[in-house]
């Protein structure tokens, strides 16, 4: 029975323990949240530093913080100047009750001065400070005019001191005052911010100079918390710079303060340095500073005091929460927290893009399906309609003024319908004329035949018009929803591409890095974006090579043996001096290569072709070679083959497939102009991953395939780009291989042997003949043979590319690699 309520007691124990926790840390966000609702939202924090402003003094005598910190907020946040107002006056009543009414009077004197400059001010930000500047400078020589009744030397020197300091430090409280009032900020910090917002706050510290507790410094105490914050959050630069900016101001404010920026300085180092080791790291670097700076002496006081100054310091510290550390350290460049908080921008800035492509695919593909919807062929009910409306009007040209009309439509309706139906049929098929026989049978029946054949051409060429339009309506239709689901795939890659992150490889980059260097080569950097197979994508930073060429003939070896593939150098920036980095990526080596031979001549040896040819490297390994040829010769031939090409180009580079590309520059050729130009197109689609091919011919020539003595011959049957809007795309699939010869070629060439009947016999003997395998050999012989067979006469432009298939087989031989085998 205990055993059993001991069993029960335990779970019972841990929900108690989880919903108290849980309380806790609600009381503790609430408490949080009250605390930003009541200094921040309400305005009181600002108060609190308009008062310690108020009585913070430079030079034990000057007060050049109340003026800028006021005309600040007055510009930033309107609705609190009043409460900064009462905040700096209550502060300055601490010093005298003369400072007090001087902050009060000149503060008026500037929303004075300003409300009437603002109406030839533009920029309120860029002359803000000239104002708080020549107000304040006005105001103090008023005061030293009244109270000594003259201008000395001095005062004008302290006059211009304030002024210039107003001035200054306007611009640093513009910059920082919104980091205090908005508690939602979303930007990052620059580095000027970061030091206007160290120097406000060492500003704001100087107000509690003078201040005591147990004989303890309050400034000495809350400038080391500074920097132990600083230094904790952003390391030993940030708290070098915070020490030597807070000890600097202190200093001007009280010269007996003067040796805390030495200890401010070296405790922001130390700490830095120590922040590895979390709060007590960089609370023990403060103390080793405090000691060290101590043992000098600071002119007053005992080690005693100072070290429990320190003390009272890093009690401070370590009671500050994580929350407003981590919160703190978003802004600052250089933070974990910060990068952090970059990458989550960017990640989300991403996935919004991603997003939004990924709805404009949805867009295109609902419009693609849409018109798709709307190709719906005419159904028999719709065509027997058609008939009706087509015998109406012919019937009421003809049989409605005829005598016989009863006995043909209200006795015989079926005979003179299904006649008539007949005629309108061979009129249609052949050309408005009649057969004899139907002739002779309608004329049996019908006494107005002539006048009925005449009606039936006229409503025929209406109706062939008509019908002629809602074809062409419905290809084009199938065309932009061919072309609007290209577009949509397009974009839904490009979706999915954005949104893949660069993948983790730490693990990996380190062991290149050490097998590399165990070689003796010294990397500087290693990153691994992708390590997929056919895919590697590996960028690197190494010192000056002095184009030795490491990255050619070691590293990319290397790698290829530690990843169990070809690794080449893809791009390559060499540094420019000594000291300078080179950066490299290295990339995966496609398994084959093209070398391709051109060969071309115009008609009758003129200088402007008529066909036009091609060569892409298009991006996902393949490769593309095309020829086009406008129909004719001369300027207008080049132009629509060249305008072919280029248009395929484009949106073969686009990323969209084969088909869909030929199909939209087909279209948008037989739609430009009414005019009968049309070009051929002869495409061929290579994959340098594994040498498989596709041929898309439109209108062209047969392609051949020499694989040693053995020709292939590559054909198909396609009208020419331009002469229809529709038409289906037929794909020929051949697998190639290492050391086929891809001989393509124009019309010109083709067609162009005299006296030849059979022009594939011909073309396959003279390939066969061939005793080279170099690809422009082949392309100059292959065109010299045509033209020698017309006794040098060239009767039509022509155009011959052969491409050559090899293996990629890289400079160098990998370099084996005993420690470390493929890293995926």
Same mark, same amino acid.
């Given at each position: 029975?205990?055993?059993?309520?001991?069993?029960?007691?335990?779970?019972?124990?841990?929900?108690?323990?989880?919903?108290?926790?849980?309380?806790?840390?609600?009381?503790?966000?609430?408490?949080?949240?009250?605390?930003?609702?009541?200094?921040?939202?309400?305005?009181?924090?600002?108060?609190?530093?308009?008062?310690?402003?108020?009585?913070?003094?430079?030079?034990?005598?000057?007060?050049?913080?109340?003026?800028?910190?006021?005309?600040?907020?007055?510009?930033?946040?309107?609705?609190?100047?009043?409460?900064?107002?009462?905040?700096?006056?209550?502060?300055?009543?601490?010093?005298?009750?003369?400072?007090?009414?001087?902050?009060?009077?000149?503060?008026?004197?500037?929303?004075?001065?300003?409300?009437?400059?603002?109406?030839?001010?533009?920029?309120?930000?860029?002359?803000?400070?000239?104002?708080?500047?020549?107000?304040?400078?006005?105001?103090?020589?008023?005061?030293?005019?009244?109270?000594?009744?003259?201008?000395?030397?001095?005062?004008?020197?302290?006059?211009?001191?304030?002024?210039?300091?107003?001035?200054?430090?306007?611009?640093?409280?513009?910059?920082?005052?919104?980091?205090?009032?908005?508690?939602?900020?979303?930007?990052?910090?620059?580095?000027?911010?970061?030091?206007?917002?160290?120097?406000?706050?060492?500003?704001?510290?100087?107000?509690?100079?003078?201040?005591?507790?147990?004989?303890?410094?309050?400034?000495?105490?809350?400038?080391?918390?500074?920097?132990?914050?600083?230094?904790?959050?952003?390391?030993?630069?940030?708290?070098?710079?915070?020490?030597?900016?807070?000890?600097?101001?202190?200093?001007?404010?009280?010269?007996?303060?003067?040796?805390?920026?030495?200890?401010?300085?070296?405790?922001?180092?130390?700490?830095?340095?120590?922040?590895?080791?979390?709060?007590?790291?960089?609370?023990?670097?403060?103390?080793?500073?405090?000691?060290?700076?101590?043992?000098?002496?600071?002119?007053?006081?005992?080690?005693?005091?100072?070290?429990?100054?320190?003390?009272?310091?890093?009690?401070?510290?370590?009671?500050?929460?994580?929350?407003?550390?981590?919160?703190?350290?978003?802004?600052?460049?250089?933070?974990?927290?910060?990068?952090?908080?970059?990458?989550?921008?960017?990640?989300?800035?991403?996935?919004?893009?991603?997003?939004?492509?990924?709805?404009?695919?949805?867009?295109?593909?609902?419009?693609?399906?849409?018109?798709?919807?709307?190709?719906?062929?005419?159904?028999?009910? #719709?065509?027997?309609? /058609? *008939? @009706?409306?087509?015998?109406? !009007? %012919?019937?009421? $040209?003809?049989?409605?003024?005829?005598? &016989?009309?009863?006995?043909?439509?209200?006795?015989?309706?079926?005979?003179?319908?299904?006649?008539?139906? #007949?005629?309108?049929? /061979? *009129? @249609?098929?052949?050309?408005? !004329? %009649?057969?004899? $026989?139907?002739?002779?049978?309608?004329? &049996?029946?019908?006494?107005?035949?002539?006048?009925?054949?005449?009606?039936?051409?006229?409503?025929?060429?209406?109706?062939?018009?008509?019908?002629?339009?809602?074809?062409?309506?419905?290809?084009?239709?199938?065309?932009?929803?061919?072309?609007?689901?290209?577009?949509?795939?397009?974009?839904?890659?490009?979706?999915?591409?954005?949104?893949?992150?660069?993948?983790?490889?730490?693990?990996?980059?380190?062991?290149?890095?050490?097998?590399?260097?165990?070689?003796?080569?010294?990397?500087?950097?290693?990153?691994?974006?992708?390590?997929?197979?056919?895919?590697?994508?590996?960028?690197?930073?190494?010192?000056?090579?002095?184009?030795?060429?490491?990255?050619?003939?070691?590293?990319?070896?290397?790698?290829?043996?530690?990843?169990?593939?070809?690794?080449?150098?893809?791009?390559?920036?060499?540094?420019?001096?000594?000291?300078?980095?080179?950066?490299?990526?290295?990339?995966?080596?496609?398994?084959?290569?093209?070398?391709?031979?051109?060969?071309?001549?115009?008609?009758?040896?003129?200088?402007?072709?008529?066909?036009?040819?091609?060569?892409?490297?298009?991006?996902?390994?393949?490769?593309?070679?095309?020829?086009?040829?406008?129909?004719?010769?001369?300027?207008?031939?080049?132009?629509?083959?060249?305008?072919?090409?280029?248009?395929?180009?484009?949106?073969?580079?686009?990323?969209?497939?084969?088909?869909?590309?030929?199909?939209?520059?087909?279209?948008?050729?037989?739609?430009?102009?009414?005019?009968?130009?049309?070009?051929?197109?002869?495409?061929?689609?290579?994959?340098?991953?594994?040498?498989?091919?596709?041929?898309?011919?439109?209108?062209?020539?047969?392609?051949?395939?020499?694989?040693?003595?053995?020709?292939?011959?590559?054909?198909?049957?396609?009208?020419?780009?331009?002469?229809?809007?529709?038409?289906?795309?037929?794909?020929?699939?051949?697998?190639?291989?290492?050391?086929?010869?891809?001989?393509?070629?124009?019309?010109?060439?083709?067609?162009?042997?005299?006296?030849?009947?059979?022009?594939?016999?011909?073309?396959?003997?003279?390939?066969?003949?061939?005793?080279?395998?170099?690809?422009?050999?082949?392309?100059?012989?292959?065109?010299?043979?045509?033209?020698?067979?017309?006794?040098?006469?060239?009767?039509?432009?022509?155009?011959?590319?052969?491409?050559?298939?090899?293996?990629?087989?890289?400079?160098?031989?990998?370099?084996?690699?005993?420690?470390?085998?493929?890293?995926?």
């Amino acid at each position: 029975m205990e055993k059993t309520n001991a069993s029960f007691i335990e779970p019972v124990r841990e929900v108690n323990l989880h919903s108290s926790k849980w309380a806790m840390q609600n009381g503790l966000k609430k408490f949080q949240l009250m605390l930003e609702s009541f200094f921040i939202k309400k305005g009181y924090l600002l108060l609190l530093v308009g008062f310690l402003l108020g009585r913070a003094l430079i030079l034990a005598k000057l007060t050049p913080f109340c003026l800028p910190f006021f005309a600040s907020v007055y510009l930033i946040k309107r609705d609190r100047a009043p409460l900064a107002l009462i905040g700096l006056i209550i502060g300055a009543v601490t010093i005298s009750l003369t400072n007090a009414a001087f902050t009060f009077i000149i503060t008026i004197l500037f929303m004075i001065v300003f409300r009437i400059c603002k109406k030839w001010i533009i920029n309120d930000m860029k002359w803000t400070p000239f104002i708080v500047a020549i107000v304040l400078g006005l105001g103090k020589l008023a005061e030293a005019f009244i109270l000594s009744r003259q201008l000395t030397l001095y005062d004008l020197m302290m006059v211009g001191v304030q002024t210039s300091l107003a001035f200054i430090l306007t611009l640093i409280f513009l910059q920082s005052i919104p980091l205090l009032t908005f508690n939602k900020r979303r930007q990052l910090l620059k580095t000027e911010e970061i030091v206007c917002l160290i120097i406000m706050l060492a500003s704001i510290m100087t107000g509690t100079i003078g201040w005591k507790v147990y004989d303890l410094s309050i400034e000495h105490i809350m400038s080391r918390y500074l920097v132990l914050v600083f230094s904790f959050i952003a390391g030993a630069t940030v708290g070098s710079t915070v020490g030597v900016v807070t000890g600097l101001i202190f200093s001007l404010a009280s010269v007996s303060s003067f040796y805390h920026m030495s200890l401010l300085a070296f405790s922001g180092v130390l700490g830095g340095l120590m922040k590895e080791g979390k709060k007590i790291g960089v609370s023990i670097g403060l103390f080793i500073a405090t000691l060290l700076i101590g043992m000098y002496g600071e002119g007053g006081g005992s080690i005693q005091l100072t070290v429990l100054e320190t003390a009272a310091a890093i009690f401070l510290f370590l009671l500050t929460p994580q929350v407003l550390t981590s919160r703190l350290a978003k802004y600052i460049p250089g933070t974990p927290e910060y990068t952090a908080e970059q990458q989550k921008y960017m990640r989300k800035m991403r996935d919004v893009t991603a997003q939004r492509v990924s709805q404009f695919s949805s867009v295109f593909h609902a419009l693609s399906k849409s018109f798709s919807q709307m190709e719906i062929q005419p159904k028999e009910d #719709e065509s027997d309609r /058609e *008939m @009706d409306y087509f015998m109406s !009007n %012919v019937t009421e $040209k003809t049989c409605q003024t005829c005598f &016989k009309k009863d006995q043909c439509w209200a006795n015989n309706f079926n005979t003179t319908y299904a006649y008539m139906e #007949e005629i309108i049929h /061979e *009129m @249609d098929q052949n050309d408005g !004329n %009649v057969s004899s $026989k139907l002739s002779r049978e309608w004329e &049996k029946i019908c006494t107005r035949s002539k006048r009925v054949y005449e009606s039936i051409g006229q409503e025929l060429t209406f109706f062939q018009a008509n019908q002629k339009l809602k074809k062409q309506v419905r290809e084009s239709r199938r065309l932009v929803a061919e072309q609007l689901l290209g577009v949509s795939e397009v974009m839904d890659n490009f979706a999915k591409e954005i949104q893949r992150e660069r993948e983790n490889h730490h693990k990996q980059e380190e062991q290149i890095m050490e097998a590399m260097q165990s070689f003796g080569i010294h990397i500087e950097q290693v990153e691994i974006y992708s390590l997929e197979q056919g895919n590697v994508d590996i960028e690197m930073s190494l010192p000056f090579c002095d184009g030795h060429g490491e990255c050619d003939k070691l590293i990319a070896p290397m790698l290829s043996d530690i990843l169990g593939e070809t690794i080449v150098v893809n791009k390559e920036e060499c540094a420019t001096y000594s000291n300078d980095f080179c950066h490299v990526t290295f990339r995966s080596s496609k398994a084959y290569t093209v070398e391709t031979g051109i060969a071309h001549a115009a008609k009758d040896g003129g200088l402007v072709s008529g066909d036009s040819y091609s060569t892409i490297e298009l991006g996902l390994g393949k490769y593309a070679i095309a020829i086009s040829d406008g129909m004719g010769n001369g300027e207008r031939a080049h132009y629509e083959s060249k305008e072919t090409l280029l248009l395929l180009q484009k949106i073969l580079q686009s990323g969209i497939e084969e088909k869909v590309a030929i199909k939209s520059v087909n279209s948008i050729l037989s739609l430009r102009t009414t005019d009968e130009i049309f070009s051929t197109l002869d495409l061929a689609m290579i994959d340098l991953q594994n040498a498989s091919t596709k041929f898309l011919k439109i209108g062209s020539t047969p392609s051949f395939i020499k694989r040693g003595n053995k020709i292939i011959k590559i054909q198909a049957s396609n009208l020419p780009i331009g002469m229809i809007q529709e038409f289906e795309v037929d794909v020929v699939s051949e697998q190639l291989k290492a050391g086929d010869l891809l001989i393509m070629m124009s019309d010109g060439v083709f067609e162009g042997p005299l006296h030849v009947e059979n022009y594939d016999l011909w073309m396959k003997r003279k390939l066969q003949g061939l005793e080279t395998d170099n690809p422009q050999e082949v392309a100059d012989l292959i065109l010299e043979e045509v033209i020698r067979s017309r006794s040098e006469i060239i009767h039509d432009d022509m155009t011959v590319t052969v491409a050559k298939i090899k293996h990629n087989t890289p400079k160098w031989a990998s370099i084996p690699v005993q420690k470390l085998k493929r890293q995926a």
